[in-house]
């Protein structure tokens, strides 16, 4: 494993793969846009299954250690005052979002991410190459 690089490839496959679960079609183009071997070039295009059912990913399993490696967030213990110290709040070292106030009233808890968020603020912009 050199870093994040072997499992960015890793999962550029996966998606690449379980999307066309998702579509329910034999694949036109190879992973890089290329051309299909001769025995795979014949399926293209073709429904994966009769009926036309399709295939989704319901779940992703693991701890949240897994995922701040695999995902790469940004928040950490590490990051001083640039970034979140938790990775579901905008808790800092800093005011307004001090990580030790854990009052009910606290700007922490009142600052929780919505999954959408979360990504956008923990997940980096481009995958390693």
Avoid: H
Wanted: proline share 8%; hydrophobic share 35%.
């Amino acid at each position: 494993m050199y870093r994040r690089n072997t499992l960015d490839s890793i999962f550029r496959y996966l998606v690449w793969r379980l999307n066309l679960a998702f579509q329910a079609k034999y694949p036109s183009c190879s992973i890089d846009g290329g051309p299909l071997p001769p025995g795979q070039a014949a399926r293209a295009g073709q429904n994966v299954v009769e009926g036309g059912r399709k295939f989704a990913i319901t779940e992703v399993r693991g701890d949240w250690c897994w995922f701040k490696d695999i995902f790469s967030f940004k928040s950490s213990w590490k990051g001083g005052s640039q970034y979140p110290v938790c990775f579901k709040c905008e808790a800092r070292v800093q005011e307004p979002f001090l990580y030790y106030d854990v009052k009910p009233g606290s700007p922490c808890w009142q600052s929780e991410y919505d999954l959408s968020d979360f990504l956008l603020n923990q997940m980096p912009e481009q995958p390693s190459c």
